[in-house]
Nanobody, 115 residues
């Protein structure tokens, strides 16, 4: 089993910045990728950004150029730096880890961007 603990969410004004962190524990060996998804009320969960164990990154179209994902593979920790935040970025952000073919999810952290 893998446990994911997120931190760093909160309330920020439009144009501001937040940094999310996620630390994995438990059976962290063989985790081959980590990332962030988000879900706004009434919408489906969507990919925000992901990073592989080899450092390859992928971003959702709506956050490209504003968000940056980084990670410490040895510590199985992943970060999401969010800049130039917009009200439409308001959502619950979930940390995700992939171990073999099994996905794991954090409990989620709320990000609210006021206009």
């Amino acid at each position: 089993q893998v446990q994911l603990v997120e931190s760093g969410g909160g309330l920020v004004q439009a144009g501001g910045s937040l940094r999310l962190s996620c630390a994995a524990s438990g059976s962290i060996f063989s985790i081959n990728g980590m990332g962030w998804y988000r879900q706004a009320p009434g919408k489906e969960r969507e990919l925000v950004a992901a990073i592989s164990s080899g450092g390859k990154t992928v971003y959702g179209e709506s956050v490209k150029g504003r968000f940056t994902i980084s990670g410490d593979h040895a510590k199985r920790t992943v970060y999401l730096q969010m800049n130039s935040l917009k009200p439409e970025d308001t959502a619950v952000y979930y940390c995700h880890a992939q171990r073999h073919v099994t996905p794991y999810w954090g409990q989620g952290t709320q990000v609210t961007v006021s206009s």
